[in-house]
């Protein structure tokens, strides 16, 4: 089940919501709420996997109690004004329901809460790793055992994962996000150098201004975001002026 809270000061509006949560048999209702200082309280000590979160909210908005938050659930925006779709992307909101909604438009946003759910608690698609230094992958109906230090790069590819291995011409792919993968690979032999590619720092051949080359024949991008991480080890390793 995917545990949600309700957040609108208005409380047929609330009423509404609560109401098509309980028709959606994979949401779990945690919590209602009409003062989104109230909804603070509770999410800062309880977890939850989404909020349903009014836009208009006195004393404290929806999207400033979302920025509140130090690790947000996935957040589906209500709002009776449909300016406010923009500022949704400022809080990475996956879905906006723009007043009045039916039945079928909620029910639309929490299938695509759902896709998001399974992507990002997708264990069942990767091991951990064992002690032969190796992980396992959940792709094509089977399981691929692949040894971590052969890993050449991961490449995102929206909801699907490319996995690069040395020796092979083509990828492994599978269903998992770019964020889960990285906290399973270990950080001391893998970094991300743009938000979709992770490398094996053991592979780096070459840096040049924005790009690194891995081997022969791979060339990737690196991110404004991941230089100064990627320079920092880079540093760590050089020798000579």
């Keep these: 089940m995917i545990r949600c809270v309700a957040i609108d000061d208005e409380p047929l509006a609330l009423k509404q919501l609560v109401s098509y949560i309980g028709n959606v048999p994979f949401l779990e ?17 309880n977890q939850v996997d989404v909020m349903f979160v009014d836009v208009n909210m006195p004393d404290l ?11 947000p659930p996935l957040v589906v925006l209500t709002t009776a004004y449909s300016e406010y779709a923009v500022e949704g992307y400022k809080v990475e909101a996956i879905g906006y329901l723009l007043k009045p909604f039916s039945l079928n438009d909620f029910r639309q946003v929490a299938e695509k809460v759902q896709k998001q759910w399974n992507l990002l608690h997708a264990e069942s698609m990767v091991s951990n790793a064992d002690s032969d230094n190796a992980l396992f992958f959940k792709t094509d109906y089977k ?7 052969s890993i050449l790069y991961v490449e995102s590819m929206s909801e699907y994962l490319k996995i690069w291995v ?6 492994i792919v599978v269903l998992l996000s770019l964020k889960k993968l990285e906290e399973r690979l270990p950080s001391g032999y893998f970094m991300r150098i743009h938000r979709s590619y992770i490398i094996n720092l053991k592979k780096i051949k070459s840096v040049t201004k924005g790009h690194v080359q891995l081997g022969d024949d791979v060339t990737l991008p690196i991110g404004d975001l991941y230089k100064e991480s990627l320079s920092a080890y880079i540093d760590s390793k050089f020798l000579g002026k």
């Design 29 to 45: 209702l945690a919590g209602s709420f009409q003062s989104s200082v109230e909804a603070q309280k509770f999410l800062n000590s």
């Design 61 to 71: 908005s929806g999207l400033d109690l979302v920025r509140s938050l130090p690790n």
């Design 143 to 149: 399981v691929l055992r692949v040894e971590i230090p």
């Design 166 to 171: 040395d020796g092979k011409k083509e990828a």
